[in-house]
């Protein structure tokens, strides 16, 4: 196209450089005061390493407290257990009515806490007595007398008894507390055996 004469064209070329000129002045301020991507949102913090790893280094201090507290537990139950086994084992060394009704539940694999129990059981039926024998009663009149501890009559001794000593005598007192017992939960329960027998409206003891 042709070039204007007039004085035009220099004109507004030196407008349009004056323009450029300026929108470059403001671009670069802008460059410089506006704020960076992503500014004024929430960021998640960021540890150090050695955070990190200092909390890593509680954490394993945490789990070795737990597993001492653990490891100590389990070593005070050994105890308490090998403590109760040494206390079964002189009781049942000493002889005695303890130590029949001891070796008796260790026979049975009972629990001792039975033991006050069975105590009172026997005590009432034969006064501790191994062998006492019933002449008077409705047994004795059948002519099977209910005998030993815990007086239990021939045949239910022989039924009940348990089989590590079965070959001893009813007035045997282990073999006949062992009788007594069993014949006990199993026609009553382990709460008539822990309570010390039967009772009354009155509270008091009443055979089996």
Known sequence: MPTPTDGTATTAAAEAGSFHT??????????????????????PVAYSVEETDEFAAADQHLALLDKAAELAEQQAQQEREQTERDRVAALIDSGGLDGWIAEALQILDLSQSFAPGVKKIILAESGGNPRA???WDSNARRGTPSQGLMQTIPS????YVHPDVADRPITDPVANITAGIRYMIEHYGLETLEAGGRSNGSGDYVGY
């Open 156 to 159: 239910t001794f022989k039924h």
């Open 133 to 135: 024998i019933n002449t």
């Open 22 to 43: 300026t929108l470059a002045a403001n671009t670069a301020t802008l460059a410089t005061t506006a704020p960076a991507a992503g500014a004024g949102a929430l960021l």
